[in-house]
């Protein structure tokens, strides 16, 4: 074997043992964290997002309510450990507040917002490790916290990293392969093939853009099932607790009950 | 700046209050004064870190939010000493608050309360007594910066205790990488090479000659199966015991809404480099308010008690952690292999 680490090598494997297109190891917790209305933690691989939603609730400052609709704030912290090497990012690095607002613009068309006239949904977003695709990973997290706090959504949006090398399109870029490669995130709404969000920040050829888009928005489904689960499996458990009778789950609990 | 990031009535101030003065005293959640709540700790948390722990107290269940929870990671760095290093190594120890622990703070205030909280963990944890032995490489170049990062990530009160518990967590799980200098020697047959035969042995001219700097320019990483070193004076990190103060009475562990209700809170930390000794490494009053000189020497006599309960169970728990992660593993590694 030689000393440079192949991207992707001969036998279609890539630096970290998956193939082209397979996707990292998705960890997804649900459970409540602090004071938040909802929250998720949510890794892809060794990258790791803690993100909690307040609201919707009255805004802080009078001057940030809109009259017809709900204001999104997100505010984005990152680890100073995070990363390979220290750095503490300020809360105005332009960088931090870039990914801020990717976040919003995002999640602006997905909210129903106008359903909470002059009122403020704060999403709080604390990266704890970074190992590529901080940006799909965020978005993912928010989606989960979102739906975990009960704030009406018009459809998930899944976010993936896609990269292409040479000629063949990688999934799911781990921290090595985004530092090498030419790539881009995308964000989709699964049920009607939308995208809200495409960027990216190295040249891509352009003959290549169709072809990653397409296999983005199908990883998009595959995450999508994977959340819709992570989902369910919460609501039985929350509905378990209740001892709320749902075709399923529940009944034996409320049974037992009555036996006593 | 207020010290609680709730608000509460006076009301419900005077009724905390009087429930601590009655007798048999009575808290909220039931416990005694001098009870804390359940507290959790883990450590190697952050895979990027030297050495991380997340550390809550009064989470109850996996499902359940609340409690106050901190995350503290270790992070070292080589430093210069011709810029801004130190012979020997230095420590700085930083907290951030994360918005989501503190929904009622406005920014600024946030900033101002993350800044107290880094000041009170820096001077208490980089003082000189504490500094640990091992964090040189070259003698006069080079040198270890050691980076303590603490999130708060939710805070329902007595905040300050958390975080020096997953600080103190986050430095006993430190790893110091191994490191060999390396010096330049001049070909064999030279003149100079004659003075410089040993690799690591300075040749002593005199006794007396203090101001020798070693040969050594540069270090390499020897690649080793672990990841370093231990941190050197692991078990003197401190312990810090909040005590709460309502005038003939303190108590311990407030949670948010006693700390709202509470004027006066002194901050003991305490090191305990052998079981039987200890000393006070900070002390802090917080809040407004004014401690008669005997009242103070009875406190700390006290906080000593409390803060070695402390020491002694996260002790075991720590050991047990290394005995987790190290012990364990091994074991598991060398049956699969």
Not at chain 2, 62 to 81: I, Y
Request: proline share 4%; charged share 25%; glycine share 8%.
């Amino acid at each position: 074997m030689g000393s440079r680490v192949e991207v992707l090598n001969d036998h279609g494997y890539r630096s970290d043992g998956r193939r082209q297109f397979e996707l990292r190891d998705i960890g997804i917790d649900l459970s409540q964290q602090n004071f938040a209305d909802g929250s998720a933690i949510i890794s892809h691989g060794l990258t790791q997002v803690l993100v909690s939603v307040l609201g919707p609730r009255e805004a802080k400052s009078r001057s940030q309510t809109i009259h017809d609709r709900a204001n999104i704030n997100v505010e984005l912290n990152v680890a100073a450990f995070s990363t390979g090497e220290r750095r503490r990012r300020s809360k105005n690095d332009k960088r931090i507040l870039e990914m801020a607002a990717a976040i919003r613009s995002t999640f602006e068309p997905v909210i129903q917002t106008n359903l909470f006239p002059r009122s403020q949904i704060d999403i709080y977003v604390q990266v704890l490790q970074q190992d590529g695709g901080v940006l799909q990973t965020c978005i993912n997290g928010t989606t989960l916290a979102l739906i975990n706090a009960g704030i009406p959504l018009n459809d998930f949006a899944c976010a993936i990293t896609c990269g292409a090398h040479s000629t063949s399109p990688l999934l799911d870029l781990s921290l090595l392969e985004e530092n090498d490669l030419p790539h881009m995130t995308i964000a989709m709404l699964p049920k009607t093939g939308r995208v809200t969000l495409v960027t990216m920040e190295t040249r891509l050829h352009v003959d290549r853009f169709e072809e990653l888009l397409g296999l983005a928005l199908e990883a998009g489904n595959v995450l999508h099932e994977e959340m819709k689960l992570a989902i369910d499996k919460r609501s039985r458990t929350l509905v378990a607790a209740m001892k709320i009778t749902w075709p399923g789950v529940g009944e034996d609990l409320v049974e037992k009950d009555f036996d006593h | 700046m207020t010290q609680s990031s709730i608000s509460l009535s006076k009301a419900e101030k005077s009724y905390i209050q009087a429930g601590l003065l009655c007798d048999p005293p009575h808290r909220t959640d039931g416990r005694p004064l001098k009870a804390y709540r359940q507290v959790e700790l883990e450590t190697g948390v952050a895979h990027l870190a030297n050495g991380s722990a997340r550390v809550s107290i009064g989470r109850e269940g996996v499902n359940t939010g609340g409690g106050t929870e901190v995350v503290a990671a270790t992070k070292l760095e080589v430093e210069d000493l011709d810029d801004g290093g130190i012979e020997g190594g230095r420590i700085i120890c930083s907290v951030s608050c994360s918005p989501a622990a503190y929904p009622h703070l406005s920014s600024s205030a946030l900033e101002d309360l993350q800044q107290d909280m880094s000041i009170v963990l820096h001077q208490i944890l980089a003082h000189r007594t504490l500094h640990p032995t091992n964090l040189g490489i070259i003698r006069g170049k080079k040198s270890w910066l050691l980076h303590l990062d603490a999130i708060v990530l939710s805070d329902s009160g007595n905040a300050y205790d958390v975080m020096f518990m997953a600080a103190r967590a986050a430095l006993w799980d430190t790893k110091v990488p191994r490191t060999r200098s390396v010096e330049y020697r001049a070909p064999k047959g030279s003149k100079s090479a004659v003075e410089s035969e040993g690799m690591d042995i300075d040749p002593t001219v005199s006794g007396f000659d203090t101001r020798q700097l070693s040969k050594a320019t540069d270090f390499e990483l020897p690649d080793y199966w672990d990841e370093g070193e231990i941190l050197d004076g692991r078990e003197r990190w401190p312990i810090c015991v909040t005590l709460n103060l309502v005038p003939p009475v303190h108590y311990l562990d407030a949670t948010l809404q006693e700390e709202a209700a509470t004027h006066l809170r002194l901050l003991l930390a305490y090191s305990f480099p052998t079981s039987s000794t200890s000393t006070l490494q900070g002390v802090r009053l917080l809040g407004p308010g004014e401690l008669s000189f005997e009242a103070t020497k009875s406190l700390i006599r006290q906080g000593e008690k409390y803060a070695l309960e402390v020491f002694t169970s996260l002790e075991a728990k720590l050991r047990d952690e290394d005995f987790r992660r190290y012990q364990k593993a091994q074991a598991k590694f060398s049956r699969t292999r």
